[in-house]
C-alpha cells in the first residue's frame, strides 16, 4: 500500500508531529493484514493472527540523534491490543496506556482497540525520554479505554495476570508453551484463549493453566476429544495423566470451555484447580462480582 497521509485518518490523528525536538519525517504508510509483510515479513503473521485491521507508521527524525519510529496498530477490539501487547512482555513495566513496557528504546503499549509500538534506532538519554514522552502523548490522544479479556476473571487468585497471554491460535499458544506440532485443541481465530504460568515463591514457573472459549459447545466437543486422542488416551483418572517428569496435566470440559493445566505437583492440586475455575465460570455467569 503506498504511504499516503490521507489513508486512515482516524489513527493519523492520534500522532503528534513534534515532540522533544524530533519531527515527524515524511509522508506516513498504511499497512494491512495483505501488505503488512513489506513493512515486517516475519512478525507479520502475529498481528494477523490478533485480527488486525490495519497499521500507520510514522518516522520523527532530529539532527544528531538516532530516528525514531511510531507503529500504531488498529486491532479493531480491545482484547485484541491487549493480545498483541501480552505477545511479549519483556522489558521494565509502565504506566502508559493501559498497559506498557520498554525495554532497549521500544516502548510497547496498548489502549482501547490500540497498540502502539515506539522504537528508537539506537538508544541514548535523549531517545529514551522522547519515545516515553511520544507514548504518553499519543496514549493521551487516545479517548477511549477497553476491556480486558473476560477469561481473566476466571483465574484463581493464587495466580499473577503480569505474565497471562491472551491469544486465539495455535501458532501463538506453541509460540509460548509448546503442546503438540498437530493443532489438537482446534483453535483458531473464533475461539478465545489465555496461557497464565504460576509463579511460585522459588522463582520456578512450570505449572500453567490454558484456559479456552470455544464459538459452541459443539466445537467445545470435538476439541476435547481430539486431546484426550493425542494427549492422554489412556488417563487415569479419565482427564487427568502423570507425564514422564511425574508432574499431573488435566482436562476439564464446561460448555463452551475448556480448563486446563500442566505440570501440576500432584493429582490433588490438579483437580482443584480444575474445580475452582469451573465454580468461577458459575459464579460469573450468575452475574456474580469475581
Not at 110 to 127: D, H, L, N
Not at 129 to 142: D, H, T
Not at 194 to 207: H, T
Request: hydrophobic letters at 40%.
Amino acid at each position: 500500500m503506498a504511504p499516503n497521509d490521507e489513508d486512515s485518518p482516524a489513527l493519523g490523528r492520534f500522532l503528534p508531529r513534534e515532540v522533544n525536538g524530533w519531527e515527524a519525517s515524511g509522508r506516513d504508510e498504511t499497512y494491512d493484514p495483505e501488505s503488512i509483510f513489506d513493512y515486517i515479513d516475519g512478525a507479520g503473521e502475529v498481528y494477523r493472527a490478533y485480527n488486525f485491521q490495519s497499521l500507520r507508521v510514522r518516522r520523527f527524525r532530529k539532527q544528531g540523534q538516532p530516528a525514531i519510529t511510531v507503529d500504531f496498530f488498529d486491532m479493531e477490539s480491545p482484547a485484541d491490543a491487549f493480545g498483541v501487547f501480552t505477545h511479549d512482555l519483556e522489558g521494565e513495566r509502565l504506566a502508559i496506556g493501559q498497559g506498557a513496557t520498554y525495554k532497549g528504546g521500544l516502548l510497547s503499549f496498548w489502549k482501547g482497540p490500540y497498540f502502539v509500538s515506539v522504537y528508537a534506532e539506537g538508544e541514548t538519554p535523549e531517545t529514551k525520554v522522547a519515545v516515553l514522552q511520544l507514548g504518553r502523548k499519543i496514549a493521551s490522544a487516545i479517548p477511549v479505554e477497553g476491556e480486558k479479556p473476560e477469561l481473566l476473571k476466571l483465574v484463581p487468585v493464587a495466580f499473577s495476570l503480569d505474565e497471562a497471554r491472551f491469544f486465539h491460535t495455535h501458532l501463538i499458544l506453541n509460540y509460548h508453551f509448546f503442546i503438540a506440532s498437530e493443532n489438537i485443541l482446534r483453535l483458531d481465530r473464533t475461539t478465545d484463549a489465555l496461557l497464565v504460568p504460576f509463579r511460585s515463591e522459588a522463582g520456578k514457573n512450570r505449572l500453567h493453566l490454558l484456559l479456552i472459549r470455544y464459538p459452541d459447545e459443539g466445537k467445545q466437543a470435538q476439541a476435547y476429544e481430539s486431546f484426550i486422542r493425542a494427549y492422554m488416551p489412556d488417563a487415569s483418572p479419565p482427564g487427568f495423566v502423570r507425564t514422564e517428569d511425574e508432574t499431573w496435566t488435566g482436562i476439564r470440559p464446561k460448555k463452551n470451555y475448556l480448563f486446563l493445566v500442566f505440570h501440576a505437583p500432584s493429582l490433588d492440586q490438579a483437580e482443584s484447580l480444575l474445580a475452582e475455575i469451573e465454580e468461577r465460570v458459575e459464579a460469573l455467569r450468575g452475574g456474580q462480582c469475581l
